[in-house]
């Protein structure tokens, strides 16, 4: 009997927490803001500021796969295929054509997008384990392409001297901070587009079919259209994560993008919390510098992180920031409104 007043004492209290920093989400998002413009004057070396950058990165790749596992409930274990597919593109645009990053980025986004596209055509009537066998396929042929299509991928040689992103003239590296910054605007860029999609009718579809897609499908969701472009989406985003990467880092090849990628683009979804955004930042900030803090564990490092994502699993298997998903969805204020109106007209039928 303790025991379970102990165990809602900390629901509760962690509830009461969670509760607070949604209902003044503004202000800690300022806060937030305000800190990670200014992580470049508190004298980090470019190793760190490396990493920092890789979270932004991993940020984004969450973002993107949130919006098609997290919010529309299709799991997908081949999204390092459309990181690469961004990667890719935008370094041949910038080496072949000498195309500036901001538009070779959007060219590599806008072809992943349509790679998503086409791989979502077929996948319409799977689902579950069925769909994502078909996405880790995916994943592997886009591999198998890059390493054999070696007159324009160069192969397992890769792309080499990718050019850095460089605005008005001015070249964008880690020692300058330019790099971190253009990673905070990109990484910003693909918030605001997930936080619209969110609170559009888009989103509520999107949660629909996640929860009941028959439900959905017989409250007039067209759910083929909406999952076709959960996929569009979900690759656009990742398109861009993956041309400021190669653009950041200089060199590419298909190891790059292997499925060991897909699965830890996975992990910080789950970790952070499936249908939250905020989760994404936590997911990748913990499983991108926890191989970094454990280095002297050496080869036991990536025990404690299987470990870390069993016992989240096992004790929190909603994610760090998972709760919000749980949570019933919050009404536009015009909604609000005639459901006031309607009770109050139902006390009036009663008094009369």
Request: charged share 15%; net charge positive; glycine share 10%.
């Amino acid at each position: 009997m303790g025991k379970n007043m102990l165990k809602d004492t900390n629901k509760n209290f962690i509830f009461k927490l969670e509760s607070f920093i949604e209902k003044y989400k503004i202000p800690v998002a300022a806060v937030c803001a305000f800190i990670f413009l200014g992580l470049p004057f508190l004298g980090f070396n470019q190793y760190i500021m490396r990493i920092i950058i890789m979270v932004g990165i991993y940020s984004m790749l969450g973002l993107g796969l949130n919006i098609l596992t997290g919010y529309t409930g299709q799991v997908s274990l081949g999204h390092a295929g459309f990181y690469a597919i961004g990667a890719y593109t935008a370094s041949l645009l910038s080496l072949k054509l000498g195309i500036n990053f901001l538009l070779a980025a959007l060219g590599g986004a806008i072809l992943a997008s349509l790679c998503g596209l086409l791989l979502g055509l077929p996948t319409l009537r799977l689902r579950g384990t069925y769909l994502s066998i078909v996405t880790l396929g995916f994943g592997e042929i886009v591999k198998m392409i890059l390493i054999n299509w070696d007159k324009v991928t160069n192969g397992t040689l890769g792309l080499k001297n990718i050019p850095r992103p460089s605005i008005f003239g001015f070249n964008l590296t880690l020692a300058n901070n330019g790099l971190y910054y253009l990673m905070l605007f990109l990484l910003a860029f693909a918030t605001i587009i997930c936080l619209l999609i969110i609170k559009s009718k888009i989103g509520r579809a999107f949660t629909a079919i996640k929860e009941d897609e028959l439900a959905a499908t017989m409250m007039g969701i067209k759910t083929t259209r909406y999952k076709i472009l959960a996929f569009v989406l979900s690759a656009f985003i990742t398109g861009i994560a993956g041309a400021f990467y190669a653009s950041m880092i200089g060199f590419i090849d298909p190891n790059s993008f292997t499925f060991d990628i897909s699965t830890l683009i996975i992990s910080i979804v789950i970790l952070g919390g499936m249908g939250t955004i905020r989760g994404m930042f936590l997911g990748s900030a913990i499983l991108i510098s926890l191989p970094e803090i454990s280095r002297f564990l050496m080869d036991y490092r990536f025990v404690v992180y299987g470990l870390i994502l069993v016992i989240m699993m096992r004790f929190r298997p909603q994610g760090v920031l998972g709760w919000k998903s749980q949570m019933a969805y919050k009404l536009p204020k015009l909604v609000k409104q005639q459901l006031e109106e309607q009770e109050k007209d139902e006390v009036q039928a009663q008094d009369i």
